[in-house]
């Protein structure tokens, strides 16, 4: 009986993952199936430092869905990215208040997705300044998928210049300690 399992075992082809070009060209690791069309659909999920080399991004996570294989390389899509239950829970302290935000979008080539942000701010607020909050980062995420392609904006994202762009229009109604994204689903 272990044979026959050890000789399924020995007909697997290996195959190097490599993610898509916006976050890099180096192979991730590796796969095990019998064919290229058993890899296709899988979804690996990476810390996103392992794929970017930074370590500010050690608590993101990322679930790469294999599109292609041909030969021993298998090509994939960003499926989704989140942030770990950790360090989202770690943000939100005693006297500050926790806002999130559920927008399904567009961007500007009709592709759809869901973005969940969370916003911290520095102290307590009441009920009619997180829905100020809410209501002005929902405002501007339809705003920026509009204009742009969800690699941009996940570009945005990494590098931050998405959230400090956001802070920017909900300083006015209250001190924003934090703005991060709390998960990206792609359809």
């Known amino acids: ?13 290996w195959f190097n993952v490599y993610p898509p070009k916006l976050l890099g060209e180096s192979a991730i690791g590796e796969i095990p199936a019998n064919d290229e069309k ?11 430092s392992w794929i970017t080399h930074r370590p500010e991004h050690s ?27 950790s360090y989202i829970h770690s ?7 926790a806002i999130y ?18 916003a911290v701010t520095s102290s307590k607020i009441r009920t009619p300044k997180k829905k100020a909050i809410r209501k002005s980062i929902s405002d501007f995420t339809k705003e920026f998928s509009a204009a742009h392609s969800v690699d941009e904006l996940l570009t945005g994202m990494l590098d931050n210049s998405f959230q400090s762009e956001a802070v920017k229009r909900i300083m006015n109604i209250a001190q924003v300690s934090k703005l991060e994204l709390k998960k990206i689903e792609l359809a």
Request: hydrophobic share 40%; aromatic share 6%; glycine share 6%.
């Open 1 to 13: 009986m272990a044979t026959k399992s050890a000789d399924k075992w020995k007909n697997k082809v």
């Open 91 to 97: 943000l939100v302290k005693r006297h500050s208040s």
């Open 101 to 118: 935000t559920v927008d399904s979008l567009t961007d500007k080539n009709g592709k759809k997705f869901v973005l969940k942000l969370l």
């Open 38 to 48: 058993g890899v296709l659909g899988r979804v690996i999920k990476v810390s996103m």
């Open 59 to 85: 608590f993101m996570l990322v679930g790469l869905r294999v599109k292609s294989a041909s030969g021993s390389t298998a090509n994939t899509d960003i499926d989704y990215m989140e942030q770990t239950f």
